[in-house]
């Protein structure tokens, strides 16, 4: 195109004599707009806006297309006996199952049971991990008493213990709450120590700077400064306390979705199975979904946010 | 002012309140300061005394100690050796706004006051700024000006009888830092606290200032009365003597830089003259360019 805007710019008359000139020169009057080709004109070329250009799918549908398809498969798979119901069953028959898990009151109280173990060893695990964190964030004497010992603690996987909760705690509720809490704790101990040591230094200094007390620094600066590590260490740790919930249920339970899985194992229920695991995921997106809104509404300050 | 708004900045050898050792008429005291940095004295044996209601401006390099010596002032930086007397109510405005990001402005402005300030006190001092309609903002949404213009009502209501300015304006742009020094001007005018305005732009310590000081090797090195009638204009004759008397002092060659900044000026006027010129010979070059490209380009 330049070259062309060259050429015309450069030796006008012999475009306007030669209209059928070099092949160069003809190319951009197809592609381009006939402005009147008089001597010495810039030939202009439209840029076509995308949008205008092709008709398209809206994006959901795209996205959720291959999900759809491999339900469609699975079925069909089923459905001409190549996948075997005892392998896994089909997501007619899960649907099915599911619904009858739900009208017998089997399901429902079972998730009861789940949700109750999630909310006391979150709590629990985040009074813990959180009070830690501040004491080691807030101050260098609790830096050196808790923070090594903390790090040191981490490195253990915190699965490997349940051997230890078992012999310590029983089989009852207690060893599950305290898995759960355990991985709360740590996720939410790592994050909220990250958050309160990395606030701005200078915003510390304007705030001294301001006539504020200790107690108010840490109220109106260190604290929601750390807010945002809060909120990455409570999705972490919300992650990880369904994680736990699964752990501590598969090993001894007798109620809860661990429990009814377990049972579901021992006739070959692959249907009941599959319903315990999406039921697991849905509960997961549902915790993953409330932290942010809570972000949302905690976070609106963050020049970064672009949750809207 | 009375000798009890003097509270001393404390050195931690010390440990105690020193009050009231200052002469009635000073808003700030300082003898003997000595503040150094792993052995190196960024600050020796600095003395400097400020009446109440001056407003004194604080030249020099970068790096040669002045912001040190406002943070000092500011009761941010204790390890030091030597006097150093203060009001009680003193302020300071930095030269990053440091507004905190999770509070709306005009929690900003009343953060750190005692007692349960009332809402309209934020909103009075934001008014005095011109910022009054962003009181109920997010300091995320501020432009760089009213970023700063807020951090000044944080420091105004405070009712200082010392103002700190590090720097205040450096990070605006040519415009927006016209307008908050004249606004500085006025409220400084209206609210008569000393002033202490760290720069490193003569133009701007000449033209807001009672006082200019120099520093250099940890002391003041310089000092010179600014005493031009107010409003001050950068053309008047007897500004661009003492700017380059002090630029002299500041270890940039007087002379050269007079002719550096009257060359500039000219210049500027050469490139207006281009630039208005460039719409008539611009297209000429372009044209020539394009004619003397295009052979090549056809080749």
């Given at each position: ?7 015309a ?20 009057e197809?592609t ?56 896994l ?8 199952t ?31 991990g959180?009070a ?70 200078q ?51 007798d ?15 692959t ?38 | 002012m ?6 001393s ?28 940095f ?47 007397l ?33 809402r ?5 001092a ?78 701007e ?41 002090l ?53």
């Amino acid at each position: 195109m330049t070259l062309d805007q060259a050429v015309a710019r450069d030796a006008p008359v012999d475009v306007a004599a030669e209209s059928t000139g070099p092949p160069s020169v003809r190319k951009g009057e197809e592609t381009g707009v006939k402005s009147a080709a008089g001597a010495g004109r810039l030939e202009l070329v439209r840029v076509d806006p995308v949008s205008a250009r092709r008709w398209s799918v809206p994006r959901w549908v795209r996205r959720t297309v291959g999900p759809l398809a491999l339900l469609v498969l699975w079925q069909a798979l089923s459905a001409s006996g190549v996948l075997e119901a005892g392998i896994l069953a089909s997501p007619g028959t899960i649907a099915a199952t599911a619904g009858d898990l739900v009208s017998d009151g089997t399901l429902p109280s079972a998730m009861l049971v789940s949700l109750q173990r999630v909310a006391v060893g979150l709590v629990l695990g985040g009074v813990i991990g959180v009070a830690l964190a501040l004491a080691s964030g807030l101050s260098r004497l609790g830096e050196d008493l808790v923070d090594a010992t903390v790090q040191m603690l981490r490195s253990v996987p915190w699965v490997g213990v349940i051997p230890l909760f078992i012999i310590w705690l029983g089989i009852g509720e207690a060893p599950k709450i305290a898995l759960i809490s355990l991985g709360v704790a740590f996720h939410l101990y790592l994050n909220v120590y990250a958050g309160i040591r990395g606030v701005d230094a200078q915003l510390v200094e304007a705030g001294q700077s301001l006539g504020l007390s200790r107690w108010g620094l840490i109220r109106h600066v260190v604290l929601p400064g750390a807010l945002p590590g809060a909120m990455t260490g409570l999705r972490y740790s919300l992650a990880t306390a369904w994680l736990a919930l699964v752990f501590g249920e598969q090993v001894n339970a007798d109620d809860g979705l661990g429990f009814l899985m377990n049972q579901a194992r021992e006739f070959f229920r692959t249907d009941v199975i599959v319903v315990c695991l999406v039921v697991y995921a849905i509960l997961g997106l549902l915790a993953d979904f409330l932290v942010r809104t809570l972000e949302r509404l905690l976070l609106q300050w963050r020049p970064t946010f672009t949750g809207q | 002012m009375a000798t009890d708004v003097h509270g001393s900045v404390t050195t931690p050898e010390q440990g105690k309140q020193v009050a009231g050792a200052a002469a009635p008429d000073t808003a700030v005291q300082v003898d003997g300061l000595v503040r150094a940095f792993g052995g190196r004295s960024v600050i020796d044996d600095l003395h400097l005394s400020i009446r109440p209601g001056e407003f004194v401006a604080l030249l020099g390099r970068s790096g040669c100690g002045k912001s040190t010596l406002l943070r000092v002032l500011a009761g941010l930086d204790q390890e030091i050796d030597g006097e150093v007397l203060v009001p009680r109510r003193k302020a300071v405005a930095f030269q990053a706004p440091r507004l905190m990001p999770w509070k709306r402005v005009w929690r900003n402005v009343l953060l750190g006051l005692p007692g349960r300030p009332e809402r309209d006190a934020a909103v009075r001092a934001l008014q005095e700024v011109g910022l009054g309609h962003r009181a109920d903002a997010w300091p995320k949404t501020l432009s760089g000006g009213e970023a700063q213009r807020a951090s000044l009502a944080r420091a105004l209501v405070r009712e200082p009888d010392l103002l700190l300015l590090d720097e205040p304006f450096g990070a605006l742009d040519a415009l927006t830092r016209i307008k908050a020094q004249r606004l500085v001007a006025e409220l400084w005018q209206q609210r008569g606290c000393a002033v202490l305005l760290v720069t490193h732009d003569v133009e701007e310590a000449l033209l807001l200032a009672d006082r200019a000081l120099v520093m250099d090797d940890g002391r003041i090195a310089y000092e010179t009365t600014v005493d031009l009638p107010r409003p001050r204009t950068v053309s008047d004759p007897r500004f661009g003597a003492l700017r380059a008397r002090l630029l002299d002092r500041l270890g940039v060659d007087g002379e050269a830089d007079e002719e550096g900044t009257e060359g500039q000026s000219t210049d500027e006027g050469a490139d207006g003259g281009a630039g208005s010129g460039g719409v008539v010979g611009g297209t000429e070059v372009v044209g020539v360019g394009a004619a003397s490209g295009s052979p090549a380009a056809a080749a």
